[in-house]
């Protein structure tokens, strides 16, 4: 940026070729009425102002207005500060005036003697309506508003620990160690950050269906992740890294391996595939931590993970709750779907309430039920005096269970004996007919409706 220069008055005959007119010291040149000297072109947003080959920066004492020091204030372009550049004091580099206040953003001069708004003379309005002038900060506060939306919407670049259950949103440190990767993913995994666990990992799993906060928490609450051991390997081409820790009660001595990418350490597996395709069901939902499975392999973070069904009648059995105790564990899955002991009283009061419809039947064949008898050709019946009884409790030895097939199913079978009186007549004489029936009886209800309807074979 090159130093603006005082307007020429003509030439002038008196001064050599090549010249500029001396000025009283102490006085400004003279401008045209009306006309403010030209203001320095300001630099792109954000850059420092280019000062001459050579020149130095004015430093704070040196030409630099009172209460402005070196850092971030830009002095009127010129010679160094606190001496007088073309056009003496109070020019471009000359000395500040007592008193001025630049322009926020704008780098001119003051008035000077004789000049408008300089001393000696009143100050001349301005001929910018203050309409515009209200308009134009107006204009100003809306592009300052813009730059610090665009400057806070511009962060939060690097992983951040947490997820979308409600982690933290502090950055994950690189691990500079193979040892602090370990550790760090383990403390994660114990915090229940999902997200901060996988920052640690060298690559991102496809399905994040159960890498959730959420899913965390809930292994955290029932197996805690304790004693997290993990010995210094500051070696620069470590590849596995020893570590002991527990969840809930059970103990592990863990080998992890590590790699290294660029100046940060890395895990080389995070997560675990398992295949969950034998003990799926299309009939039974299926459950782990909550969050319903979908597909018959999943993808899971080391934890302590409970599988259920979300239907009361229906569980996975006595080893529904399974640990993985680390990224490179094959945890043995053995989840069977089971009736519960609610879902087995549910289909044993649907099978006693099927059977009560069955008994209030006047027929000798009541419809859908396990019994019935016929009559023979001289025999009359009068329908509204049968009755049929079931003798016993044989639904107290009931064992229903599932099938394997279709797991919604519970089935059961009995023996059960039921007794059969009505009144009639055979070749016209009258009586009451008594009969046994002796019956093996089968059973079939669907455990995932409410109530439970059962049905006989």
């Excluded at 007119?21 to 403010?36: A, C, K, L, N, T």
């Excluded at 079939?444 to 309807?453: E, Q």
Aim: hydrophobic share 30%.
């Amino acid at each position: 940026m090159s130093n603006p220069q005082p307007p020429s008055s003509g030439s002038d005959p008196q001064q050599p070729y090549g010249q500029q007119p001396q000025q009283p010291y102490g006085q400004q040149p003279q401008q045209p009425y009306g006309q403010q000297p030209p203001y320095p072109q300001q630099p792109p947003y954000g850059q420092q102002p280019q000062q001459p080959y050579g020149q130095p920066t004015p430093s704070a004492g040196q030409g630099a207005p009172a209460g402005y020091g070196a850092s971030g204030y830009s002095p009127i372009p010129g010679g160094p500060g606190g001496q007088a550049g073309p056009g003496g004091p109070g020019g471009p580099g000359g000395p500040v005036p007592p008193g001025y206040q630049p322009l926020y953003g704008q780098q001119g001069q003051p008035a000077g003697p004789g000049q408008p708004g300089g001393p000696g003379q009143p100050p001349k309005k301005s001929g910018i309506p203050k309409v515009a002038i209200i308009v134009g900060a107006g204009v100003l506060v809306l592009i300052l508003l813009i730059v610090g939306a665009v400057a806070l919407t511009g962060r939060g670049s690097e992983p951040t620990a947490g997820g979308g259950g409600g982690g933290t949103s502090a950055p994950v440190p690189q691990a500079t160690k193979a040892s602090d990767a370990v550790k760090g993913y383990l403390d994660a995994l114990a915090a229940g950050q999902a997200e901060a666990a996988l920052a640690f990992g060298k690559d991102q799993p496809a399905d994040k269906t159960f890498i959730t906060d959420a899913v965390l928490a809930d292994s955290v609450k029932r197996a805690p992740i304790t004693d997290i051991n993990v010995p210094e390997v500051a070696d620069e081409n470590a590849y596995q890294v020893s570590a002991t820790y527990k969840i809930g009660g059970q103990a592990v001595n863990e080998n992890f391996y590590v790699s290294k990418e660029g100046d940060v350490f890395q895990l080389s597996n995070t997560t675990q595939d398992l295949d969950l395709g034998s003990a799926r069901s299309n009939t039974v939902p299926m459950l782990l931590n909550g969050v319903k499975v979908t597909a018959d392999k999943v993808t899971l973070l080391p934890g302590s993970y409970a599988a259920t069904s979300g239907i009361a009648n229906v569980n996975y059995g006595s080893k529904s709750t399974f640990v993985l105790k680390s990224p490179e564990d094959y945890a043995s899955i053995q989840l069977t779907p089971t009736l519960s002991k609610a879902g087995s009283a549910a289909f044993v009061k649907g099978a006693k309430t099927a059977m009560d419809a069955c008994l209030k039947q006047h027929s000798l064949a009541p419809k859908g039920c396990p019994f019935a008898l016929t009559k023979s050709s001289d025999q009359k019946i009068d329908s509204g005096s049968i009755r049929w009884t079931l003798s016993g409790n044989p639904w107290s030895n009931l064992k229903p269970r599932l099938d394997y097939q279709n797991p919604a199913i519970a089935e059961a079978s009995a023996s059960m004996t039921f007794s059969f009186r009505a009144h009639g007549s055979q070749n016209g004489r009258s009586g009451t007919f008594r009969q046994k029936v002796y019956e093996f009886v089968q059973m079939t209800g669907n455990v995932t409706k409410s109530p439970v309807k059962v049905t006989f074979e």
